[in-house]
């Protein structure tokens, strides 16, 4: 037999052989692979049925939106190649899928088992404590949550009428809506008839008789649905309820968290506001600051000047109610905490009825209601330097400017003082402050500027000897309200007069009289003439002015007997406050008011003006800012007590409103505050401050200085 055999050629050498060796060793490799995958997978075989059960459920929820669209494209795809791998496993999971070491091409991007190493740490996240949820969400899992939101209501709903459905084959024969027609034979055919549904109900339909026409029977008693059916729609329709009962809770929470979101925009949106207006602010700030410097370099420009030719005059600075940018301060008042009161000033023994000082911790004066010598103060040591001896009545107003200072007096005077010189006047005063008498013609006695009384006194203009450098007098009665630049000074009076003053010859210039410019008045506002008076408490305008005050927040009152509440010019242009409630526009080079702005109901006490607003505060409880180019009120603010002073700046009004407290409004984010730590005890009704530092005057007889 071996010796018949041919030997086979090479090219029979190359050619497959197919034997049953073959075949059994194919089979033995599998067998193999098949034990080795049992062998290596027994810990966890299991836990395989739990895990599979689990993390189908929670992977649409866990798995993110790439590894769902990864995932749906592996499962819609064919899965020969995948059980090539696995050698004949007949169903896929998310276990088997994250366990298997394979490679996946998903259009032009790789995906690995690294896109599912969620499930390899499946043991960490199911021992992990999940966290309580809050709110609704309380009572909510997230499987339920997640079974809530599948669309199995509308599911059952369409099935549950699928199954109510009956089947008559007559339903609009008689319009001509059947596309098939149906034969007389087959509508008499079988008296009754069985039809089972999807899900094994038994319907029963009544078949019809020959020759007798029976009465139509209603659908729901042609089909019987059986008990376990209704069991089943029973249980759906209590399932599905509380399945909405969730989405209505997660639907409630959505909304609530909605509702938080726009809270929380709200707020950041007012804190992006409150940046903006504070960037407006520091605008508004850096453009007084560049105002102040251009200032500075012409005084010092000036200043300069003077020094190399000693026949220019001395530079006049701007006044400081017209000054802006900051003012030179020491470096220890930073270190002050800010809306502080840090110092207060006692002696006065009634009510502050006026106050003014030169710079921040310069040289203060200040007058009260019953005090005929107004006080000199130190406000770097806080201590009081000397008096100004030679009014006659309680000081109504002053004005400082560096060493110059202007009272008004109910005496009918103002006099013009140099505050360098009330020192030496001050040590002479207090060795010899008595009364002498002059060897005069009528023998009168009158007070001479350094407190020491003299004969006739009213011809004399200046005191060559005291503090004292003029003594203007004109007015009939007490002078309320003043104002001075450079040489020109305007004063206002209780008798209802405005006097211009040249401070150089002391000499009265120009007399305007309010009550010839009410009987001539052209309201601003109105655009119309009226001589009448504004208010019901002006009918005795022509004899003494007294009106009751609103009560101060300590309930206490008293009678306003100031008719010029205010003046202030700018120029030529005065402007004035009386008291029938009008803001007066005048033109000092022929002493006619040129508009009135009536606007307020109550006495105009106190004003304060620059190129484009007016400030007016009244005893009516309110402050309004006019615009000068329109003639009309720009804005108001309103107080809960009358306005007795303010002081306003592009940024800020300042008011003393009847209160222990000092009102602050804040001119472009529109909000109020106050000063009150370490405040007064009783009512504001005097203020001043540049830049930084603020000084008060209360009801209670104390001066207090204010950090900004």
């Not at 999971?93 to 690294?114: E, H, K, N, Y």
Request: hydrophobic content about 35%.
């Amino acid at each position: 037999m071996a010796s018949g055999s041919k030997p086979k050629s090479a090219g029979d050498r190359n050619e497959p052989v197919h034997t049953d060796d073959g075949h059994n060793s194919s089979s033995a490799s599998r067998s193999n692979l098949a034990s080795m995958s049992k062998t290596l997978l027994a810990p966890f075989a299991h836990k395989k049925a739990d895990s599979t059960r689990i993390l189908s459920d929670l992977a649409p929820v866990i798995m993110t939106p790439r590894m769902m669209h990864a995932a749906a494209t592996v499962t819609s795809r064919s899965r020969g190649g995948i059980n090539g791998v696995l050698n004949g496993s007949a169903r896929m999971d998310f276990a088997s899928l994250g366990r298997a070491p394979m490679r996946l091409t998903l259009g032009s991007r790789r995906v690995t088992s690294r896109d599912l190493q969620i499930v390899e740490a499946k043991e960490e996240l199911l021992s992990a404590e999940v966290p309580e949820p809050e709110g609704i969400a309380s009572d909510v899992s997230l499987l339920r949550g997640f079974n809530a939101t599948i669309p199995s209501s509308d599911r059952n709903r369409t099935r549950r009428r699928q199954v109510r459905n009956v089947d008559t084959r007559n339903v609009g024969s008689r319009q001509g809506l059947l596309t098939r027609g149906t034969s007389d034979e087959e509508e008499q055919g079988e008296e009754r008839r069985s039809v089972t549904s999807e899900d094994g109900a038994l319907v029963v339909g009544p078949g019809k008789k020959k020759g007798k026409r029976k009465p139509r029977e209603s659908l729901s008693t042609t089909k019987l649905l059986g008990k376990e059916e209704l069991s089943r729609q029973a249980q759906e329709i209590i399932r599905d309820r509380e399945n909405l009962h969730v989405r209505r809770s997660l639907i409630a929470s959505e909304i609530a968290e909605v509702e938080s979101k726009i809270v929380a925009l709200s707020e950041i949106r007012h804190r992006l506001e409150q940046d903006l207006l504070k960037t407006h602010e520091d605008e508004l700030e850096l453009d007084d600051e560049l105002e102040g410097v251009r200032e500075r370099l012409e005084f010092e420009e000036i200043s300069s000047k003077q020094q190399k030719a000693t026949s220019v005059r001395t530079p006049q600075v701007a006044p400081s109610r017209r000054r802006k940018g900051p003012v030179f301060l020491p470096s220890e008042h930073d270190e002050l905490p800010p809306a502080v009161a840090f110092m207060t000033l006692e002696g006065h023994i009634s009510p502050i009825t006026a106050l003014d000082f030169s710079e921040p911790y310069g040289v203060l004066v200040s007058s009260s209601q019953d005090d005929t010598q107004p006080r000199v103060w130190d406000l770097m040591t806080g201590s009081e330097i000397s008096r100004l001896r030679g009014h006659r009545g309680a000081v109504k107003c002053i004005q400082v400017e560096d060493n110059l200072c202007l009272t008004g007096s109910d005496d009918g005077s103002a006099r013009l003082w140099n505050l360098g010189a009330v020192e030496d006047d001050w040590e002479r005063a207090s060795l010899s402050d008595v009364a002498e008498e002059d060897g005069d013609q009528d023998g009168e006695l009158v007070e001479k500027p350094n407190g020491i009384w003299c004969g006739n006194s009213s011809q004399a203009g200046t005191d060559s000897d005291g503090p004292c450098l003029r003594r203007l007098e004109g007015h009939s009665k007490a002078v309320t309200a003043l104002y001075f630049e450079d040489d020109c000074l305007v004063t206002g009076a209780s008798d209802k007069t405005l006097r211009q003053w040249d401070l150089t010859t002391g000499q009265c210039v120009l007399t305007m009289d309010i009550l010839w410019a009410i009987s001539h008045s052209s309201i601003g506002a109105a655009g119309a003439s009226s001589s009448a008076p504004l208010f019901p408490g002006l009918a005795a305008a022509g004899a003494n002015f007294a009106v009751p005050t609103p009560p101060y927040a300590d309930g206490s009152w008293e009678m306003y007997q100031d008719f010029v509440g205010a003046v202030q010019f700018w120029g030529y242009g005065l402007v004035s406050g009386s008291g029938d409630g009008a803001v007066r526009m005048w033109d000092m080079r022929t002493g006619q008011a040129h508009r009135t702005l009536a606007g307020h109901t109550g006495p105009v006490t106190c004003l304060q003006f620059d190129e484009i607003h007016i400030a007016s505060g009244s005893l009516d409880k309110s402050i309004r800012i006019w615009d000068v180019r329109m003639g009309s009120t720009f804005e108001t603010i309103k107080y809960d007590h009358g306005v007795t002073c303010l002081q306003f700046d592009s940024r800020k009004v300042i008011a003393a409103t009847g209160e222990n407290s000092i009102k602050i409004y804040n001119r472009t984010t529109m909000q109020h505050s106050a000063l009150t730590t370490n405040g007064h005890t009783r009512p504001v009704q005097r203020l001043r401050y540049m830049d930084r530092y603020l000084v008060s005057g209360g009801r209670d007889a104390t001066v207090k200085v204010w950090t900004l």
